[in-house]
Nanobody, 123 residues
Framework: QGSLMESGGGSVEVGGSLRLSCAAS????????MAWFRQAPGKERERVAS????????HYGDSVKGRFTISQDNAKNILYLDMNSLKPEDSAVYYC????????????????WGQGTQVTVSS
């Protein structure tokens, strides 16, 4: 059974940077869509970025384009999210997610989820 575990969240000032990591185990990592979602209090869970297959197709949400970068290390089964020029509106719990096959926007299509890691951006 597959599992995902995020790390790297924390508190940062506006304009700062963070790197999130997601360690995956139990399934063919490189053949799955891997995605980062986030959810702020009172808001829907939204897809931030996704990558599939083996890095050939990458998607970013409009709010993070040019600031966030998703990448994966297939040898180590680790997914990354490099976040730069952080804004207060980026504050949320960030989740790593995976599904077999193509990536989708909606969270309901993803089979595997990590426990989430909090990112807080203060002004």
């Amino acid at each position: 059974q597959g599992s995902l575990m995020e790390s790297g969240g924390g508190s940062v000032e506006v304009g700062g940077s963070l790197r999130l990591s997601c360690a995956a185990s139990g399934y063919p990592f490189s053949d799955y869509c891997m995605a980062w979602f986030r959810q702020a209090p009172g808001k829907e869970r939204e897809r931030v970025a996704s990558i599939y297959p083996r890095g050939l197709n990458i998607h970013y949400g409009d709010s993070v384009k040019g600031r966030f970068t998703i990448s994966q290390d297939n040898a180590k089964n680790i997914l990354y999210l490099d976040m730069n020029s952080l804004k207060p509106e980026d504050s949320a719990v960030y989740y790593c997610a995976a599904r077999g096959g193509s990536c989708f926007t909606e969270s309901r299509w993803y089979n595997y989820w990590g426990q989430g890691t909090q990112v807080t951006v203060s002004s």
